[in-house]
């Protein structure tokens, strides 16, 4: 596609049940990366994904937090038992070797 | 492990006055850096990169920002401001001598331009 498109735009959760965040990043980058906005906070790496490679988990805040990439495309980041302080915004980018980033829109995350 | 310091939290600018954003980073080896912009509403967008060679890098909407090695920083800056660049501001860093892609963002800067 023409840009990295995330699913839902918004999602507001129940403390305690699980969420899963989708990713679709622009066709033909082989990198793809998840990171997390709060309120007044800059961007904290969560995980990284570069083509075959096992993926940099460094960032993962908790075990309630995983991420996948099927098939070298789609992303999904699931978060287990989502607590208050997951509440963020959930960004995803892809990226190509001779360039920066490119953002998708976000996932509002909302745990009530 | 690398980090990002924007000293800037908010500024406040009249239209048609000069910018300078501070980033200053940590990393003893060689780094691209970069400038994102989010207006309100919007995504990240790119706004300027530095690979390598000439230290002044120009991007778009007549930003430009300056790699100074010495001084670990990449600061940003415009001569004169308008009303539509209001927005939020981050620096971020990648070393370029290792493996790794992920970029380690400062907290960014919001900037805010009074008509």
């Known amino acids: 596609g023409a840009g990295v498109s995330q699913s839902p735009s918004n999602k507001v959760t129940e403390k305690g049940k699980d969420v899963e965040l989708r990713c679709d990043p622009i066709?033909?980058?082989?990198?793809l990366y998840w990171y997390r906005q709060s309120l007044g906070q800059g961007l904290e790496f969560l995980i990284y994904?570069?083509?075959?490679?096992?993926?940099?988990k460094s960032g993962l805040p908790s075990d309630r937090f995983s991420a996948e990439r099927t098939g070298g495309s789609v992303s999904t980041l699931t978060i287990q038992r989502t607590q208050q302080e997951d509440s963020a915004v959930y960004l995803c980018a892809s990226s190509s070797i001779s360039y920066g980033y490119t953002f998708g829109s976000g996932t509002r995350l909302t745990v009530v | 492990a690398q980090s990002v310091s924007q000293h800037n939290h908010h500024v406040i600018l009249s239209e048609a006055a000069s910018l300078e954003l501070g980033c200053n980073y940590s990393y003893g080896g060689t780094v691209n850096l970069f400038w994102y912009v989010q207006y309100p509403g919007q995504h990240l967008q790119l706004l300027l990169k530095?690979?390598?060679?000439?230290?002044l890098v120009k991007g778009i909407k007549g930003f430009e920002a300056e790699f100074i090695k010495s001084k670990f920083s990449f600061n940003l800056r415009k001569p004169s401001v308008q009303w539509s660049d209001t927005a939020e501001y981050f620096c971020a860093v990648k070393p370029s001598d290792t493996g790794r892609r992920a970029l380690t963002f400062g907290s960014g800067t919001r900037l805010q331009v009074q008509p």
């Open positions: 066709s033909g980058h082989t990198a």
């Open positions: 530095y690979f390598s060679g000439d230290p």
């Open positions: 994904f570069q083509g075959n490679s096992a993926p940099d």
